[in-house]
């Protein structure tokens, strides 16, 4: 993958911005994560530059109250 890397740095892409992506992507085709490891990635990739957003409460796709608790346990 380093191959990659060196390609997406060279188009301008951040390092942080492309370690999150690949993080992402291992934890997509590894093990199966939970609400709060998927919460916790999306804001390290918010913070590197993606560009994503985290949803309000109430708008569709946001977890509900009752996801977070059930997370949780």
């Known amino acids: ?14 390092e942080e911005a492309i370690d999150a992506v ?8 590894g ?10 990635a999306k804001r390290k990739r918010i913070k590197a530059g993606s560009g ?6 109430g708008e569709k796709g946001a977890p509900s109250a009752k ?3 059930d997370a949780d346990k």
Do not use: Q, T, V
Request: glycine share 4%; no cysteine; hydrophobic share 35%.
């Open 22 to 29: 690949l993080e992402e992507l291992e934890a997509k085709y």
């Open 52 to 57: 994503e957003r985290m949803r309000k409460p």
């Open 67 to 69: 996801d977070l608790k």
């Open 1 to 14: 993958m380093e191959i990659k890397k060196d390609y997406l740095l060279a188009l301008g892409y951040s």
């Open 31 to 40: 093990e199966k994560k939970g609400l709060w490891d998927n919460i916790h």
